[in-house]
């Protein structure tokens, strides 16, 4: 009897508006408009750019950041600000068929994983644990040395090394909703499997795979840099923020700042998405939040 | 106990029974022949052949598969396919190397997240612990090359205290050793300290909301002492779990590393065999970080035993 | 065992020489939100109390301000004293809590499945508290001493038990280890805040014994909440009922479970009498339900559940005592010697009588 009436004192104890309803927290605010910036520059650069983003031009040779050239130039003469720009692209495109092939793999998986029989489901999540045991760089470098290579190649590696991340948490969504009473409704009123996967299972794992969709975004992002920067990533010369580090390297003690600008970009997309998916998850699971 | 440990080593041995045939069938079905591959279009097919029968690619996939896995399992693993040199020594003397980073990278990322996490735990309201917090979040956006790429800048083109990069060997010249491993285990290290500082952080938080931590209180223990005798050791099991699992994403994290600082270990040796298309020794090197994530998973599964007693199973 | 009061002015803080625990005016607020109120109560040496009232009446934190434990954001103030203690519970330091924590006063809490470390050794655990307060000078003493503890509350081979981790032991188990850390340091004071709730019916009655038995071995009081009537007959010499954060009626068991005086108890004991039904078969029930904590109404905090409320109620009623130990705050009190009660909610008492 006693223990709602501890739950229900400290709850309501805690001040409504800081606990409860709590649509927005600074997390969600912040990590959506720094995305909604990412995404904006890729927009952008598809109508606009200040100059030619690939334009080698050896009279400009690395340009301090000025009114005409606002980060200036990096050795070839190109000029940093449109290859910034020109960069967001590369970073939202490999992220987004990454984890689109994440999830479209994924969370099937972790639902038939989580609705099969137990040690059907524990069988899959072994394999699915195997997947760990070769992150997303190294099955990039892999598929790189097989096939050589190129932005496809790291997409669909990344995505593959995000599988196990989806499937386990869906899996975990999935075995708490077949646990509920409508679910158990269902099958009593001979509701098939799929059914029931269709009907009750995904509308309530969508949170989950949204949350985790953000989060595996600022994954591929981080990986795809780092891809780039081995150059297995996406081949010159599209830009990309990953190889523009690269180059930068040899160049430290001339300028730096061409391993700033790349370098801020990376992190702060990448926090971006980061905060966007602890943002959404308090948002959509008030118990799973921050800890107030 | 018996019966888990058993366990736990069935299914050790079967993960890498199960890993070192994914990789090798990767391998093996890659498009083209590795002979050619290691040759060069421009060879003759005779030179092929020859190089296929030396290498005994012209035998069934089982028994190159089982050759493989005898070669890594007896330390031997053959010669490589473009520099005919033994593979052996070459990949010990790398792994070494990269062992010492990963190793040092994850000592330096214990020793800022533990306490780092506990205090931001204990701290969750106040502000020091929100401005840790974010300062966290910012840390794990941070790529580790990025991270060496810094360091760089400041600490040897702009301050020019240490070298931008290299490796010596710590019998050769044990300083130089250490001032060369200092700033890609901290690019390593950091980055890692970030995303373990928020796994402490949650762990504690957990843990400090358990009845039995009130218990310890109401026993006439400070917050504090409460916490360090009975929070922390059951905070450790989600921790834990997560440093496994960091362990590979340091390891592959060290691949990026090796690079920036130009460090011969592991990952550079994948690289340049990926450069090269050396494809056998890819796969061995593949097949050694995976066998280590495995292998420590496995080892993670004996300390929860450690831990835990409830996992132990039987009444004592 | 009594503890022997220190000299000094401080030493002298329950009113006679006889009181335990002197709660002065006690409130819990939590932002600006008032869950207790007001609440003021002495438990004299040895001497056994109940503190009963619905969910969300405040009896839980009265215990955890007591102890001095309650959680974050939530605020004591007021003052409560304790016998040989020279300062005031209510806003002292950690350092000077934790001396009195486990020694001076102890607590037995209601969820005995989390309540231990599922990682230490129960005899460890026992023997902790005694280290602590280094009331045993060294370990092995201490290890024998949660032995011989764990044998008093009813262990089955206790040597067995101090070695075994809290996740072999049944709940009613668990709960007799966190009874014997509880007593282990012969405290003043034994806080229980409902331990027997979590438990099979079963056990419950075994495990109340023990705790009746051991704070009488250790001539303890005991501070004991429960939603339970029945619980608190058994084990309790007076009861305080709780509502809504404030002291409602109190008296010794007796008089109060068969005289109630505040119209809440009435309907408290109407509620719980198995035996009446109204007219339609149901068993009687308070009308309403209990507010969230913080929003009970000005004045009578009982009046909008309360069939006799009238407009006075609208005001803050005075404590009416009736006795050493016993009164009550109701403007509409059920009449002295009006008989017994239970025939059921003030409602139908009140069809009954008209």
Same mark, same amino acid.
């Given at each position: 009897?006693?223990? %709602? &009436?501890?739950?229900?004192?400290?709850? @309501?104890?805690?001040?409504? /508006?800081?606990?409860?309803?709590? %649509?927005?927290?600074? @997390?969600?605010?912040?990590?959506?408009?720094?995305?909604?910036?990412?995404?904006?520059?890729?927009?952008?650069?598809?109508?606009?750019?200040?100059?030619? %983003?690939?334009?080698?031009?050896?009279?400009?040779?690395?340009?301090?950041? @000025?009114?005409?050239?606002?980060?200036?130039?990096?050795?070839?003469?190109?000029?940093?600000?449109?290859?910034?720009?020109?960069?967001?692209?590369?970073?939202?495109?490999?992220?987004?068929?990454?984890?689109?092939?994440?999830?479209?793999? /994924?969370?099937?998986?972790?639902?038939?994983?989580?609705?099969?029989?137990?040690?059907?489901? &524990?069988?899959?999540?072994?394999?699915?644990?195997?997947?760990?045991?070769?992150?997303?760089?190294?099955?990039?470098?892999?598929?790189?040395?097989?096939?050589?290579?190129?932005?496809?190649?790291?997409?669909?590696?990344?995505?593959?090394?995000?599988?196990?991340?989806?499937?386990?948490?869906?899996?975990?969504?999935?075995?708490?909703?077949?646990?509920?009473?409508?679910?158990?409704?269902?099958?009593?009123?001979?509701?098939?499997?799929?059914?029931?996967?269709?009907?009750?299972?995904? %509308?309530?794992?969508?949170?989950?795979?949204?949350?985790?969709? @953000?989060?595996?975004?600022?994954?591929?992002?981080?990986? &795809?840099?780092?891809?780039?920067?081995?150059?297995?990533?996406?081949?010159?010369?599209?830009?990309?923020?990953? +190889?523009?580090?690269?180059?930068?390297?040899?160049?430290?003690?001339?300028?730096?700042?061409?391993?700033?600008?790349?370098?801020?970009?990376?992190?702060?997309?990448?926090?971006?998405?980061?905060?966007?998916?602890?943002?959404?998850?308090?948002?959509?699971?008030?118990?799973? &939040?921050?800890? +107030? | 106990?018996?019966?888990?440990?058993?366990?736990?080593?069935?299914?050790?041995?079967?993960?890498?029974?199960?890993?070192?045939?994914?990789?090798?069938?990767?391998?093996?079905?890659?498009?083209?022949?590795?002979?050619?591959?290691?040759?060069?279009?421009?060879?003759?097919?005779?030179?092929?052949?020859?190089?296929? *029968?030396?290498?005994?690619?012209?035998?069934?996939?089982?028994?190159?598969?089982?050759?493989?896995?005898?070669?890594?399992?007896?330390?031997?693993?053959?010669?490589?396919?473009?520099?005919?040199?033994?593979?052996?020594?070459?990949?010990?003397?790398?792994?070494?190397?990269?062992?010492?980073?990963?190793?040092?990278?994850?000592?330096?990322?214990?020793?800022?997240?533990?306490?780092?996490?506990?205090?931001?735990?204990?701290?969750?309201?106040?502000?020091?612990?929100?401005?840790?917090?974010?300062?966290?979040?910012?840390?794990?956006?941070?790529?580790?090359?990025?991270?060496?790429?810094?360091?760089?800048?400041?600490?040897?083109?702009?301050?020019?205290?240490?070298?931008?990069?290299?490796?010596?060997?710590?019998?050769?010249?044990?300083?130089?050793?250490?001032?060369?491993?200092?700033?890609?285990?901290?690019?390593?290290?950091?980055?890692?300290?970030?995303?373990?500082?928020?796994?402490?952080?949650?762990?504690?938080?957990?843990?400090?909301? *358990?009845?039995?931590?009130?218990?310890?209180?109401?026993?006439?223990?400070?917050?504090?002492?409460?916490?360090?005798?009975?929070?922390?050791?059951?905070?450790?099991?989600?921790?834990?779990?997560?440093?496994?699992?960091?362990?590979?994403?340091?390891?592959?994290?060290?691949?990026?590393? *090796?690079?920036?600082?130009?460090?011969?270990?592991?990952?550079?040796?994948?690289?340049?065999?990926?450069?090269?298309?050396?494809?056998?020794?890819?796969?061995?090197?593949?097949?050694?970080?995976?066998?280590?994530?495995?292998?420590?998973?496995?080892?993670?599964?004996?300390?929860?035993?450690?831990?835990?007693?409830?996992?132990?199973?039987?009444?004592? | 065992?009594?503890?022997?009061?220190?000299?000094?002015?401080?030493?002298?803080?329950?009113?006679?020489?006889?009181?335990?625990?002197?709660?002065?005016?006690?409130?819990?607020?939590?932002?600006?939100?008032?869950? $207790?109120?007001?609440?003021?109560?002495?438990?004299?040496?040895?001497?056994?109390?109940?503190? #009963?009232?619905?969910?969300?009446?405040?009896?839980?934190?009265?215990?955890?301000?007591?102890?001095?434990?309650?959680?974050?954001?939530?605020?004591?103030?007021?003052?409560?004293?304790?016998?040989?203690?020279?300062?005031?519970?209510?806003?002292?330091?950690?350092?000077?809590?934790?001396?009195?924590?486990?020694?001076?006063?102890?607590?037995?809490?209601?969820?005995?499945?989390?309540?231990?470390?599922?990682?230490?050794?129960?005899?460890?655990?026992?023997?902790?508290?005694?280290?602590?307060?280094?009331?045993?000078?060294?370990?092995?003493?201490?290890?024998?001493?949660?032995?011989?503890?764990?044998?008093?509350?009813?262990?089955?081979?206790?040597?067995?038990?101090?070695?075994?981790?809290?996740?072999?032991?049944?709940?009613?188990?668990?709960?007799? $280890?966190?009874?014997?850390?509880?007593?282990?340091?012969?405290?003043?004071?034994?806080?229980?805040?409902?331990?027997?709730?979590?438990?099979?019916?079963? $056990?419950?009655?075994?495990?109340?014994?023990?705790?009746?038995?051991?704070?009488?071995?250790?001539?303890?009081?005991?501070?004991?909440?429960?939603?339970?009537?029945?619980?608190?007959?058994?084990?309790?010499?007076?009861?305080?009922?709780?509502?809504?954060?404030?002291?409602?009626?109190?008296?010794?068991?007796?008089?109060?479970?068969?005289?109630?005086?505040?119209?809440?108890?009435?309907?408290? #004991?109407?509620?719980?009498?198995?035996?009446?039904?109204?007219?339609?078969?149901?068993?009687?029930? #308070?009308?309403?339900?209990?507010?969230?904590?913080?929003?009970?109404?000005?004045?009578?905090?009982?009046?909008?559940?309360?069939?006799?409320?009238?407009?006075?109620?609208?005001?803050?009623?005075?404590?009416?005592?009736?006795?050493?130990?016993?009164?009550?705050?109701?403007?509409?009190?059920?009449?002295?010697?009006?008989?017994?009660?239970?025939?059921?909610?003030?409602?139908?008492?009140?069809?009954?009588?008209?």
């Amino acid at each position: 009897m006693s223990a %709602p &009436e501890r739950e229900a004192t400290v709850a @309501s104890a805690v001040p409504a /508006g800081r606990r409860r309803r709590r %649509p927005v927290t600074g @997390s969600l605010l912040v990590g959506g408009l720094v995305v909604a910036i990412v995404i904006g520059m890729a927009l952008l650069s598809f109508v606009w750019t200040p100059h030619d %983003p690939t334009l080698v031009d050896p009279s400009v040779r690395l340009r301090e950041p @000025s009114p005409d050239y606002w980060f200036g130039t990096d050795k070839f003469g190109r000029d940093v600000f449109s290859q910034i720009l020109m960069g967001s692209r590369t970073t939202l495109f490999v992220g987004f068929v990454a984890v689109g092939v994440a999830a479209v793999v /994924g969370v099937p998986l972790g639902i038939v994983a989580g609705m099969a029989p137990r040690w059907f489901g &524990e069988l899959l999540m072994r394999g699915n644990d195997l997947l760990l045991a070769f992150p997303a760089l190294l099955l990039a470098i892999m598929f790189a040395a097989v096939y050589g290579a190129g932005t496809l190649v790291a997409m669909i590696a990344i995505g593959i090394a995000s599988i196990p991340h989806f499937a386990r948490l869906i899996r975990g969504g999935t075995l708490q909703v077949m646990e509920t009473e409508y679910v158990t409704a269902a099958r009593a009123a001979g509701r098939g499997p799929f059914a029931i996967a269709v009907r009750h299972v995904l %509308p309530n794992v969508t949170s989950l795979v949204i949350v985790q969709a @953000s989060v595996g975004f600022a994954i591929a992002v981080l990986a &795809e840099a780092a891809l780039s920067f081995l150059g297995f990533g996406t081949p010159p010369p599209t830009p990309s923020w990953g +190889r523009m580090l690269q180059e930068s390297q040899e160049l430290l003690s001339i300028a730096p700042r061409l391993a700033v600008f790349p370098g801020v970009a990376i992190a702060v997309a990448v926090l971006g998405f980061n905060l966007l998916g602890d943002g959404l998850r308090d948002r959509f699971d008030p118990k799973l &939040e921050d800890r +107030r | 106990m018996i019966v888990r440990l058993v366990q736990r080593i069935g299914i050790l041995l079967a993960s890498l029974a199960v890993s070192s045939v994914l990789v090798f069938a990767f391998m093996a079905v890659l498009p083209g022949d590795p002979a050619r591959v290691a040759l060069g279009t421009s060879a003759s097919d005779s030179a092929v052949a020859q190089l296929r *029968e030396q290498f005994g690619l012209d035998r069934p996939l089982v028994a190159q598969y089982l050759h493989w896995i005898h070669g890594l399992l007896t330390f031997d693993p053959g010669n490589s396919y473009i520099s005919q040199a033994p593979i052996g020594p070459q990949l010990a003397d790398r792994l070494q190397v990269t062992l010492w980073l990963v190793g040092t990278g994850m000592v330096i990322a214990c020793v800022l997240a533990l306490p780092m996490g506990t205090l931001m735990a204990v701290r969750h309201r106040k502000p020091s612990g929100l401005v840790l917090s974010a300062l966290s979040q910012v840390g794990v956006a941070i790529p580790a090359f990025l991270a060496g790429i810094l360091l760089i800048t400041v600490f040897a083109v702009g301050l020019g205290w240490l070298p931008a990069n290299g490796w010596t060997p710590p019998v050769q010249d044990p300083v130089l050793f250490l001032k060369q491993l200092l700033m890609p285990a901290l690019s390593l290290g950091i980055v890692q300290a970030a995303v373990l500082t928020r796994y402490v952080r949650s762990a504690v938080l957990d843990v400090l909301r *358990e009845d039995y931590l009130r218990t310890a209180r109401a026993k006439g223990l400070r917050p504090t002492r409460a916490l360090l005798r009975h929070g922390l050791r059951n905070a450790a099991v989600p921790v834990v779990t997560v440093l496994a699992l960091q362990l590979a994403t340091l390891l592959v994290g060290s691949v990026v590393i *090796e690079r920036v600082f130009v460090i011969p270990g592991l990952g550079s040796l994948l690289l340049d065999s990926v450069a090269n298309r050396d494809l056998i020794v890819v796969q061995d090197v593949v097949m050694i970080i995976a066998m280590a994530v495995l292998l420590v998973n496995f080892l993670v599964d004996l300390v929860y035993l450690l831990i835990d007693p409830r996992l132990r199973g039987g009444a004592s | 065992m009594t503890p022997v009061p220190e000299t000094g002015p401080a030493a002298a803080a329950p009113g006679s020489p006889d009181d335990v625990l002197a709660v002065r005016n006690l409130g819990v607020t939590v932002g600006g939100r008032k869950l $207790v109120e007001d609440v003021d109560f002495t438990i004299r040496a040895g001497e056994r109390v109940g503190l #009963i009232g619905e969910s969300g009446s405040g009896k839980s934190l009265t215990a955890l301000s007591v102890m001095g434990l309650l959680p974050e954001g939530l605020r004591a103030s007021g003052s409560v004293r304790l016998a040989g203690v020279g300062h005031d519970l209510v806003g002292a330091d950690e350092a000077r809590m934790s001396r009195v924590r486990g020694k001076e006063i102890a607590m037995v809490f209601q969820e005995p499945m989390t309540a231990l470390n599922p990682t230490m050794r129960v005899g460890r655990q026992i023997a902790e508290v005694l280290l602590i307060h280094r009331t045993r000078p060294d370990r092995a003493s201490a290890r024998a001493a949660a032995v011989e503890l764990l044998a008093q509350v009813g262990l089955p081979d206790p040597a067995a038990a101090a070695q075994a981790y809290p996740h072999q032991f049944s709940g009613g188990q668990r709960q007799r $280890v966190v009874l014997a850390i509880a007593l282990a340091n012969d405290p003043a004071l034994l806080v229980c805040d409902e331990p027997t709730t979590a438990l099979d019916v079963t $056990v419950q009655a075994r495990v109340l014994d023990l705790i009746v038995r051991g704070v009488q071995d250790r001539r303890s009081a005991m501070l004991f909440i429960t939603h339970d009537l029945a619980v608190v007959a058994t084990a309790c010499e007076r009861v305080m009922v709780m509502y809504g954060g404030r002291l409602v009626e109190s008296g010794p068991v007796r008089e109060v479970f068969t005289r109630p005086r505040h119209r809440y108890t009435q309907g408290l #004991i109407g509620a719980s009498d198995l035996t009446v039904v109204d007219d339609r078969g149901r068993l009687a029930t #308070i009308p309403g339900s209990v507010p969230a904590a913080g929003r009970f109404p000005a004045g009578c905090v009982f009046r909008n559940r309360c069939a006799q409320a009238t407009d006075v109620c609208a005001t803050r009623p005075e404590w009416v005592p009736t006795g050493p130990d016993s009164g009550y705050a109701c403007f509409h009190p059920v009449p002295a010697g009006s008989g017994a009660p239970g025939t059921g909610s003030p409602t139908n008492q009140e069809a009954g009588r008209g």
